[in-house]
């Protein structure tokens, strides 16, 4: 009765948005560039976005869903992910203005 | 009921009352596009961003606070949950949102005064304001989506504003760290929601709550256990990033160095006071669901008292996890504080460290909820909450004045180091009175309101470990903090009083009739008086607490 067995449901969603949010964490601690950094956070933010999306569907989770609220608040992930894309390159871009390179070990002007 | 009459029902009834509860927000955005339409119609008129911020920040105070009227008063008429009960109004959010505008007037003040030449403050307060309203947002959140929604729309803007010196390498480098950190952290507290709110089959915070009383009452497999507390430490990482709680406070020291003294002030202060407001809401939310909180009565769901009963263990759980991060927070904010040199990290350090007194007060609360035989008890949560609502007014005007006293530290002598403090009570003797009245204050020594501050939390927490043992530890890490912090902040006043006046200087001379200096003196005046009319704070707080519990 392993995972592989059973028809799609509700597990192996989750299984697949617990590996994107593993692979994000570890692009986002491991990586030295800012944008492989925040290809980082884009990947946590659609494993949760699957989930939401996962929970929000009667025709994964049968009667107790989150309904459209799942849905929506997806939408609103992927908003804020875009807004907040927006300002962090934005940020990485003046960054690699004053200091030459988006490495953010080369950061290492405030320490104590 | 009709499409039609739910359409009714949903503007009429929902829309209409939701809207006339929130209007200090839609102040607070009228106020900003109004400033984004002054800098392009009216383009001669220079001072309009800080005439307009001034003008909408007083409109919001005095639509957002009911001035004619008691503390008891404003409790019953003020609780109830708005659109739809994604917020919801009451008490807790008027008082704390009241505090967070009178910050930003007096911040605006300050930011006026200190930046007096630089033409160019537009964005400056419309970042602010945008931070404003999702602070607003947070502290009124009821609903998985606004929590996200508030903790983005108060972060964001803040990323910006540490890189606003665009010129500066340090300046562009704090708001790097700031917001990949940031973002990171909001990831992660993202996937912690969708985890708690699938698990739970609802996204609305006291119905998650309700639904978890059913399942733990109807036997909670382990898998179910796993994924909710993971999705619960999840969350606090978000919620720790904005309260920079360790070990999630490396951004701190570096953004408070790296931004200019009054964003670190904002950060410092809003910031911290929203996500407190945070926190205490997910922590009410899930230790206590109290029945206004929901659309409609959940009577049929489970009786109250019952309902109350079987979140023992979520309670037990939320303690435990505030608890440690509290005094570890505080322990390590007060030790790396040692070893400062200069001004702004030490800030940051305190800051850090009064996050975690600022802790304790909500671990207190979730212990302090009793069930017994007969019924349950809150009381003693109640004042718990009023003693962190009254720590957060009081720790408004400290911190305020710490930061404010460094920017113009900063403007006469172009040094934020400690050691170039020294000498200037011979040159300015009344700013060096103001930041050891500060200071002290800090420390929470009498007579001065940081006492009061942290008299009512450590006796809060007393109450708290009666009922929790456990909590008597960390009222023991408090107390010795406190005494520990003491030797920090007293360094930063021996330096300006008994040090040497280094030779290299120039004389900063700012006598107490200056603009500069009336400003610090009219946020130390507060520090004094609240000491002996912290009466007239009480009530309020007491007020903000009793819907919240």
Known sequence: MSIFCEPVGLSHYLVVSAILFVCGVLCMTTKRNVLGVLMGIELVLNGANLNFMAFGSPAICGTSTLGLDGQLIALFVIVLAAAEAAVALAIALNYYHTHATVDVDRGNELKG | ?549
């Open chain 2, 1 to 549: 009921m009709n499409f039609n009459e739910l359409l009714q029902d949903v503007v009429q009834k929902d829309t209409l009352a939701s809207l006339r509860a929130v209007q200090p927000e839609l102040t607070l955005c009228a106020t900003i596009i109004a400033i984004l339409l002054a800098k392009i119609l009216i383009p001669a008129w220079k001072q309009s961003p800080f005439h307009l911020t001034v003008i909408g920040l007083a409109t919001a105070m005095f639509v957002g606070f009911p001035w004619h009227g008691s503390a008891a008063a404003a409790v019953s008429t003020l609780a109830q949950p708005i659109f739809t009960a994604s917020l919801v109004s009451d008490s807790f959010t008027t008082v704390v949102r009241f505090f967070l505008l009178t910050f930003a007037m007096l911040f605006a003040a300050f930011a006026e005064i200190s930046t007096d030449g630089e033409d160019d403050r537009t964005e400056f307060y419309v970042l602010i304001l945008g931070a404003l309203v999702g602070m607003c947002l947070m502290i009124s959140a009821n609903h998985v989506l606004i929590v996200l929604l508030g903790v983005e729309m108060a972060s964001v803007p803040c990323y910006v504003l540490a890189g606003l010196k665009r010129r500066q390498s340090k300046s562009s480098e704090a708001a790097l760290k700031y917001a990949v950190f940031g973002a990171g952290a909001a990831g992660v507290m993202m996937f912690g929601l969708s985890l708690l709110a699938g698990g739970l089959g609802t996204a609305h915070l006291p119905a998650m709550a309700a639904n978890l009383a059913k399942m733990i009452q109807g036997g909670i497999s382990p898998q179910q256990i796993t994924i909710l507390s993971l999705g619960g430490l999840m969350v606090m990482v978000g919620v720790g990033f904005k309260l920079s709680a360790v070990p999630f406070h490396f951004w701190a020291p570096d953004v408070f160095e790296g931004a200019t003294a009054e964003v670190a002030a904002f950060l410092s202060v809003a910031s911290k006071a929203a996500a407190l407001g945070l926190l205490m809401r997910l922590c009410s939310a899930f230790a206590f669901p109290a029945d206004m909180y929901f659309h409609s009565p959940i009577g049929e769901l489970l009786p109250q008292a019952s309902l109350i009963a079987a979140l023992a263990p979520v309670r037990q759980y939320i303690v435990a996890i505030v608890a440690v991060l509290a005094a570890v927070t505080c322990t390590f904010g007060n030790l790396a504080a040692y070893g400062q040199t200069n001004m702004k990290r030490l800030l940051a350090y305190s800051t850090i460290a009064h996050a975690g007194y600022m802790m304790m007060p909500v671990a207190a609360a979730v212990a302090l909820i009793r069930v017994g035989s007969d019924g349950v008890s809150v009381d003693g949560a109640r004042d718990a909450v009023a003693s962190l609502v009254t720590y957060i007014s009081i720790y408004l005007f400290m911190n305020l004045a710490a930061f404010a006293i460094v920017a113009f530290l900063r403007n006469a002598t172009g040094s934020e180091e400690i050691a170039d403090y020294a000498g200037l009570v011979r040159r300015s003797p009344g700013l060096t009175v103001c930041m050891a009245i500060v200071m002290f204050s800090l420390v929470g020594l009498p007579p001065l309101a940081g006492f009061q501050a942290k008299w009512v939390m450590f006796y809060s927490l007393i109450e708290a470990a009666h009922v929790c043992p456990a909590l008597w530890a960390l009222l023991s890490v408090g107390l010795l903090n406190t005494i520990l912090s003491l030797f920090y902040y007293l360094r930063v006043v021996r330096v300006m009083a008994l040090s040497p006046e280094p030779l290299y200087r120039e004389a900063p001379t700012i006598p107490l009739t200056s603009m500069v200096g009336m400003y610090c003196g009219l946020l130390t005046a507060p520090m004094l008086l609240l000491f002996f009319a912290l009466d007239r704070v009480l009530p309020w707080a007491h007020a903000a607490a009793s819907t919240l519990f």
